[in-house]
Nanobody, 128 residues
Framework: QVQLVESGGGLVQAGGSLRLSCAAS????????MGWFRQAPGKEREFVVA????????YSADSVKGRFTISRDGAKNTVSLQMNSLKPEDTAVYYC?????????????????????WGKGTLVTVSS
């Protein structure tokens, strides 16, 4: 069993930065690929970024490349999302997710189906 709890959301001005964290419980965390999705008001959930179990491979949506960075700390059982150069269109609830396949299965992450665990989300609001 893996439980995910997000934190770090809040209100920030456009151009600013935020760092989200996802705390995972459960020994299996270390073997799971982890990532982030987001859902803006009135829109469907979309993939943001994922990281392999080793941290050696990442995969990002085009909309956040060069601005968002994902990392993980196996010792602390956390996954972090550093978000820079934030834009109003980044406003959304951000969800942490885990997939049992430690390597990134790109199609699964891109579509967002088949995740094994989800957090409850943390709200990020970017003002213009």
């Amino acid at each position: 069993q893996v439980q995910l709890v997000e934190s770090g959301g809040g209100l920030v001005q456009a151009g600013g930065s935020l760092r989200l964290s996802c705390a995972a419980s459960g020994r299996a965390f270390r073997t799971y690929a982890m990532g982030w999705f987001r859902q803006a008001p009135g829109k469907e959930r979309e993939f943001v970024v994922a990281i392999s179990w080793s941290g050696g491979n990442t995969y990002s949506a085009d909309s956040v490349k060069g601005r968002f960075t994902i990392s993980r700390d196996g010792a602390k059982n956390t996954v972090s999302l550093q978000m820079n150069s934030l834009k109003p269109e980044d406003t959304a609830v951000y969800y942490c997710a885990a997939h049992y396949s430690g390597d990134i299965e790109y199609d699964i992450w891109a579509r967002g189906y088949g995740m094994d665990y989800w957090g409850k989300g943390t709200l990020v609001t970017v003002s213009s």
